[in-house]
């Protein structure tokens, strides 16, 4: 029998676009996860409701199968070298690195413009054949990464929690004898958060020191699956609903900084609500790094706690902006060159 602890997420970028989904594709590497992925299958399936003069309302024979779609949802703990994967399938796809060694990815949540995000395949299942399964053209509709308020001692890992949605789910083999690369969790603890007004240069920041306790964003595409008349009972195309979104919470020690620079901002007389431009930026080993750069339009500042200190719980809203012309960037700096190896 299958066991779930044998469970497991096998992924490989296709060819083509949301605009032209391509076929799936064998995986290359493993995506370590922290929970069982459930890939669920939908076939619009129905039985028409007619009248035959029974107590029963569906008829032998008449039941039907309409146009299919699947969705799925997947967590795990962030790592500097498999990040990029996520962003592809969500921030914007087929971009290629800079420098040599460390390599730099930039990664935009593009706004405008034709859509670049690339669809996934992602292999899931157990050691049992009947057990194994295959996702098309997956794309991440909903992305939050982020980690838990810090103590010591204790760890508090950058994680991300995915969701999205597919062409097709397949009953199909593993891809055999793959293997996970040697991957680097980012840790909220070595986490620092840089702000400073909305004409400072990203770059320019200044460390808002001893005082970053709790991260998280989340961002939306509100994707959607795009059909038409066909031979076929699945989607070719995929597309927004909505335009892209996102929002962030923030734990922020108590400071004359924090108070001017956050909690006066929220709290500031007039009709124009406070923005900040933030960096949240987390080193790893050697030259990784990865740096978080966004607007922050402050929609709540309450008073919170940590362990019994006085803090600011910040909640806020992803805003545009010109600089990136875009509404949030990742930069992520690792020994990455290459993400079809």
């Not at 699945?234 to 734990?251: D, H, I, L």
Request: aromatic share 8%; glycine share 10%; hydrophobic share 40%.
């Amino acid at each position: 029998m299958g066991e779930n602890v044998f469970h497991v997420a096998q992924i490989a970028p296709q060819s083509g676009t949301m605009a032209a989904l391509g076929s799936s594709v064998a995986a290359i590497t493993i995506l370590p996860v922290t929970e069982v992925i459930t890939p669920e299958l939908d076939r619009g399936t129905t039985w028409p409701q007619e009248d035959y003069g029974r107590n029963l309302a569906n008829a032998a024979g008449r039941g039907y199968h309409g146009l299919r779609a699947a969705n799925w949802s997947m967590t795990g703990e962030l790592t500097f070298e498999q990040f990029m994967h996520l962003l592809e399938m969500h921030f914007e796809g087929g971009v290629s690195p800079t420098g040599t060694d460390p390599y730099t990815w930039v990664y935009q949540l593009e706004n405008v413009g034709t859509p670049t995000v690339i669809p996934y395949t992602i292999e899931t299942g157990s050691e049992v054949s009947q057990d194994q399964y295959e996702l098309v053209s997956c794309l991440i509709d909903e992305l939050t990464l982020g980690y838990d308020a810090l103590a010591a001692p204790g760890a508090s890992p950058w994680t991300y929690e995915a969701s999205g949605l597919a062409v097709n789910r397949v009953q199909a083999a593993l891809t055999a004898s793959l293997g996970s690369t040697a991957v680097e969790t980012l840790q909220g603890h070595r986490t620092i958060i840089k702000e400073g007004t909305t004409a400072t240069a990203f770059a320019s920041l200044a460390e808002l020191a001893a005082s970053l306790v709790q991260f998280s964003m989340t961002t939306r595409r509100s994707l959607v699956l795009r059909p038409y008349g066909s031979a076929g009972d699945t989607a070719s195309k995929m597309g927004f609903s909505e335009k892209a979104n996102g929002e962030f919470t923030a734990m922020i020690a108590h400071g004359a900084t924090a108070k001017t620079n956050i909690h006066d901002i929220y709290n500031v007389s007039g009709a124009v609500a406070g923005e900040r431009r933030w960096r949240i930026e987390t080193p790893g080993s050697g030259s990784k790094v990865a740096d978080l750069d966004f607007r922050a339009g402050f929609m709540n500042v309450e008073r919170g706690e940590r362990d019994g200190e006085a803090t600011y719980e910040v909640n806020g809203e992803i805003v545009y902006d010109a600089t990136l012309a875009a509404g949030a960037q990742w930069t992520v700096v690792n020994s990455v060159d290459d993400l079809t190896p």
